[in-house]
């Protein structure tokens, strides 16, 4: 199985579903916006900026990992860029 089969066999199902899903929700909207309305206030989430700041903010040190595994790094970062190159290729 290639990689376009492996595309076709997991995206095509899920941008079905992905339009199904959206479908419905903008019929909910259309249709019934008091409906729509309060679904999305049961779905509601506040998410706190500042706690996810200071989290975002701390300083990682990765050097002496990426140095002590840089031919990984290479191969990785190699194996991405053959892989965009094919995808862009391909389709």
Known sequence: MNFSE???LVGEPLLFVSIG?????GLTALISPW????VAAKLDRTVDS????????KEIK???FLYRHI???GAAVVTVVACLGVLYTTF
Do not use: S, T
């Open 6 to 8: 492996i595309v076709q």
């Open 21 to 25: 899903f959206f479908g419905v929700i």
């Open 35 to 38: 409906a729509f309305k309060v």
């Open 50 to 57: 500042q706690k996810l700041a200071a989290y975002l903010d």
């Open 62 to 64: 990765w050097d002496g």
């Open 71 to 73: 031919r990984l790094l």
